[in-house]
């Protein structure tokens, strides 16, 4: 009930219960909004696809790069450290007025998330002679860029749309998030498996989901 105008009430037994289907009404109303519901789908799958390379980074770094453990664990600081220095490079850029609009900002990252993919799967055939870390730092880079401007736009059009529904819209967009997060972790695994099964080469294998993503 935080958009709830009402008074405040003093204890919680005094606190009035949501009618029943209330909270069904509310999501109904913010899913019929056109941009909202643009809004969830693009959400849900730029995440899908920015998450999905989590969980086969490092095992693709071992079999296409010869890279120990120790070695391709490390690649995780190198892409987050991409991902701050994105996130801090849009702000300072909101700071300066450079930002006045989140959208270029959004389909930058995007597009920069997709090359960075693509060199990942031309990385596959090249081998060690790729210059894998730098790679990762750029897509790492891209990622940042992405993320918090896609969560500033959030923030930004969480007002635009039906009155007193700001929560439940960032609400479907938190969960459309969460949602692809969990769900890209799981699929990027499992295409990889799938496609190693299938096509008999972890080589071709990785570059094929690193392409689709």
Not at 188 to 204: K, Y
Request: charged share 10%; proline share 4%; net charge neutral.
């Amino acid at each position: 009930r935080v958009e709830d105008h009402a008074p405040l009430v003093s204890t919680v037994t005094d606190a009035p219960h949501a009618a029943p289907g209330q909270f069904k009404q509310a999501v109904a109303e913010v899913w019929r909004e056109p941009g909202s519901r643009r809004f969830a789908v693009f959400i849900f799958v730029s995440m899908l696809a920015y998450s999905a390379q989590d969980l086969i980074l490092e095992p693709f770094a071992g079999a296409v790069f010869g890279m120990s453990p120790g070695e391709s664990t490390k690649l995780a600081s190198v892409q987050h450290s991409g991902v701050l220095v994105g996130m801090i490079l849009v702000a300072l850029a909101s700071r300066a007025g450079l930002g006045a609009s989140l959208r270029p900002w959004i389909i930058g990252g995007c597009i920069g998330s997709g090359l960075a993919l693509i060199g990942l799967g031309v990385a596959s055939f090249v081998g060690p002679s790729w210059p894998l870390r730098s790679w990762v730092c750029a897509l790492g880079f891209a990622n940042g860029v992405y993320a918090v401007a896609a969560i500033g736009s959030m923030m930004a059009r969480a007002d635009q749309g039906t009155e007193r529904r700001e929560g439940v819209r960032l609400g479907l967009w938190g969960a459309a998030q969460a949602l692809a997060f969990g769900l890209g972790s799981f699929i990027g695994t499992a295409a990889s498996d799938l496609a190693q099964a299938l096509l008999g080469s972890s080589i071709v294998a990785y570059a094929t989901v690193f392409t689709v993503e």
